[in-house]
């Protein structure tokens, strides 16, 4: 059993409702909270509906006080008292498997979370966390490594680590030429690399995090979980569809 605290996305592309479907691909029932409302489609993100943190913190209490999920998984939280909030509860119920993909910005550059978030993301969250799937992208935002390879990628994920997180895996679908993805687990490195392919496609490292989720609930460790993780997303990525005029959507 897994939960999802992530935002809310009507394609099904991304957010929650593409971590639910993660969850039930993988074999692992699914529970969700939502952390922020969207309005957005494969063209990118229109607006966004904040949440109140009073009302996210009766979200969490209500679940946890009836369920224990075996994971957990973050994906965009868009304020400073949804993190705090989280990171109390967490505590509170003993929870474990956290991973966090730290979601800043949207894949078209709209900023996915207001001021002070990154810094108590580092602060409040990663200490907790048993792997985060940062992206190039935000693994530079958070470390103010610019990464345009894999020995920057290692710079990047053994500064992560540092933060007090039990493993970091830099996801690197971004880069130009491979998608290589580096596992760090403190002691050893482990990359995994695909060709690209054509195209852009919506959700990748939500899904891709919600593997490692559904892998830590059945019980499998980080480095199967990453190695499953890779392997789905490129054949969800191969499958992917094109439901709209924007960007495709995973399939599985």
């Known amino acids: ?6 935002g809310s996305d009507p394609t099904g592309g991304a957010g929650f409702q593409a971590d639910l479907r993660t969850f039930y691909a993988m074999g692992v029932y699914g529970l969700s909270i939502p952390s922020v409302l969207t309005a957005q489609s494969t063209k990118g993100v229109h607006s966004i509906q904040e949440i109140q943190a009073e009302f996210f913190e009766t979200q969490l209490d209500t679940l946890l006080n009836d369920i224990k999920p ?13 993190v705090k909030i989280l990171s109390e509860k967490y505590r509170k119920y003993s929870l474990s498997n956290l991973v966090i993909d730290p ?7 709209v900023s996915l979370v207001k001021e002070g978030v990154k810094e108590a993301i580092k602060e409040h969250l990663m ?23 894999e020995k920057e990628m290692k710079e990047a994920a053994v500064k992560l680590k540092d933060y007090g997180v039990g ?11 491979k998608a290589l993805d580096l596992l760090f687990d403190g002691e ?17 490292g939500c899904v891709f995090s919600s593997v490692i989720a559904a892998c830590l609930a059945l019980g499998y460790d980080v480095k199967e979980a990453f ?7 490129w054949n969800a ?7 709209g005029e924007g960007m495709k959507i995973l399939n599985y």
């Open 1 to 6: 059993m897994a939960l999802t605290i992530a």
């Open 70 to 82: 075996d994971a957990l998984k973050t994906g965009m939280l868009y304020s400073l008292d949804i």
């Open 103 to 109: 979601v800043i910005v949207s894949s078209t550059g």
């Open 127 to 149: 200490p907790l966390a048993k792997v985060i799937t940062p992206n190039i992208n935000e693994a530079a935002v958070f470390t103010g490594i610019n990464i345009h390879g």
């Open 167 to 177: 493993a970091v895996i830099i996801t690197g679908g971004h880069m130009k030429e």
């Open 188 to 204: 050893d490195f482990l990359s995994l690399e695909n060709d690209k392919l054509e195209g852009e496609f919506h959700g990748t």
């Open 227 to 233: 190695i499953k993780a890779k392997e789905f997303v």
């Open 237 to 243: 990525m191969r499958a992917a569809i094109s439901p």
